[in-house]
Nanobody, 120 residues
Framework: VQLVESGGGLVQPGGSLNLSCAASGSIYRINAMGWYRQAPGKQRELVATSTPGISTKYADSVKGRFTISRDNAKNTVYLQMNSLKPEDTAVYYC???????????????WGQGTQVTVSS
């Protein structure tokens, strides 16, 4: 099972970016999917998560600016980021709770990370 992210880059303050993360491999079921970020010298923090049929959750710092969505048919999660601020600069990691075909249990998987830089 792999998570592959795309969509990071350099953007000016006030701009937008859309991140995507596709899960692939021998997947039986995907539960929660979400995004975390880690800025230099800081701990990794939750940005947003989505659990099918239950809820979405956002960090207070991104509420009203970021939107998480999923395409379950494509095993893909997206993060639309609007009104970006310099403090949003970080490496963004995709996370998913996945049960592989080969297991009765689900576990956390992580993407490799994609850099988002907000700067003028």
């Amino acid at each position: 099972v792999q998570l592959v992210e795309s969509g990071g880059g350099l953007v000016q303050p006030g701009g937008s970016l859309n991140l995507s993360c596709a899960a692939s491999g021998s997947i039986y079921r995907i539960n929660a999917m979400g995004w975390y970020r880690q800025a230099p010298g800081k701990q990794r923090e939750l940005v947003a998560t989505s659990t099918p049929g239950i809820s979405t959750k956002y960090a207070d710092s991104v509420k009203g600016r970021f939107t998480i969505s999923r395409d379950n048919a494509k095993n893909t999660v997206y993060l639309q980021m609007n009104s970006l601020k310099p403090e949003d600069t970080a490496v963004y990691y995709c996370n998913a709770d996945i049960r592989p075909q080969s297991s009765y249990f689900s576990r956390d998987y992580w993407g490799q990370g994609t850099q988002v830089t907000v700067s003028s």
